[in-house]
């Protein structure tokens, strides 16, 4: 007669009802039953195999604890704060706007103001930007605390208040912030939604002689436009950027997409990412 071996790594979970003895099995009801693999096999409860999902459980939390921590490292706000002074002047206008912020965070990301506050005696700290970067700071000051991009309110960012974002991160050397704003402006191409006048505003971020050539917003834009089918979008953006080679990039990436037999469209997001150099990892 063949031997009946139980499953190797069958749990069953269920309640015990209040009142139910296991020297006494009948005392639990009909409806609070709980269906049993087989009649011949054994009910034994194994200790040994509970312990491993609880271990993989335990494990798994504390993989997830680690990298949540990680994640969202910020500066602790229980204890006592020095706060420094920004004061921006803007070029085009005697105009000034000052941010008080918290030193820890300010210095905690932008090693341009790390290294300016290093000095306790030095709270204050002046810079000379345009009318447009003046106002893209205050989207800096808030990622900084929060680590989000919105504006206020928490509405959601213009493609041009998005540049002129992206331009504060590169004169940081804030790279987290700058692969965040190339996530944000992921989101308004996905799907072929995106607008001619989208990139009419953003002309310069293409052009060769922009002090800070954007490259993953021309990478995105040449994969866009060799995957749309609205040949009136097409043609229109590519009058908005004459000038830039953006076309000439569009029928390269075409013959490029065809040769390794691809499908032409925009790649995930963090293909077009600034890399992270190993020391700032």
């Known amino acids: 007669m063949q031997e009946q071996r139980p499953p190797r790594s069958l749990i069953v979970k269920f309640k015990i009802p209040h009142g139910f003895s296991f020297d006494n099995p009948s005392s639990l009801s009909t409806t609070a039953a709980v269906t049993s693999p087989a009649p011949q096999q054994s009910a034994a409860i194994q200790p040994s195999t509970e312990s491993e999902p609880v271990e993989s459980a335990m494990a798994s939390s504390s993989v997830a604890q680690a990298a949540a921590k990680k994640k969202f490292n910020m500066p602790s706000m229980h204890e006592p704060q020095t706060v420094v002074k920004i004061v921006l002047i803007q070029i085009e206008f005697p105009i000034t706007k000052v941010f008080t912020i918290h030193k820890s965070f300010v210095c905690r990301y932008p090693p341009v103001f790390k ?159 600034v890399p992270v150099p190993a020391a700032k990892k």
């Open 115 to 273: 290294k300016i506050f290093e000095d306790p005696l030095n709270e204050t700290h002046s810079l000379r930007l345009g009318r447009s970067q003046i106002a893209a700071f205050s989207h800096l000051v808030h990622w900084l605390y929060y680590q989000t991009i919105q504006g206020e309110d928490g509405t959601t960012l213009t493609s041009l208040q998005l540049f002129w974002l992206r331009n504060l991160a590169v004169r940081f050397d804030i790279i987290s912030l700058e692969n965040m704003v190339i996530d944000k402006l992921h989101e308004f191409l996905a799907g072929d939604n995106w607008s001619v006048n989208y990139y009419s505003i953003l002309k310069s971020a293409f052009h060769p002689v922009t002090n800070h050539p954007w490259h993953a917003a021309r990478k995105m834009l040449v994969d866009v436009l060799a995957a749309t089918r609205d040949m009136a979008k097409f043609d229109e953006c590519i009058s908005a950027t004459i000038g830039t080679g953006v076309l000439q990039e569009v029928v390269q990436a075409l013959k490029k997409y065809h040769l390794e037999g691809l499908e032409p469209g925009l790649r995930p997001a963090s293909d077009y990412h």
